[in-house]
């Protein structure tokens, strides 16, 4: 999901060309029951909180550049 944010898909029509364009690589993952559904898919953006996204990846990337510049 964060990759089809990243990359800007915004309608479900471009959400839905990009995952069959990445159905190889999607078919590499131990999904037990099968690639989610639209809605599925769906269903999980709408829970997604864009404050709360948003404060995550700023923390995520603080840690990460944080780390990155330590010499070891």
Do not use: E
């Amino acid at each position: 999901m964060l990759i089809v944010l990243i990359c800007d898909y915004s309608t479900w029509a471009s959400i839905t060309k990009f995952g069959n364009l990445s159905l190889k690589w999607f078919h590499q993952m131990p999904y037990k029951q099968g690639i989610p559904t639209r809605h599925n898919v769906a269903r999980i953006i709408r829970m997604i909180k864009p404050k709360s996204l948003n404060m995550l990846l700023i923390t995520w990337a603080q840690a990460y550049a944080n780390q990155s510049t330590k010499v070891p």
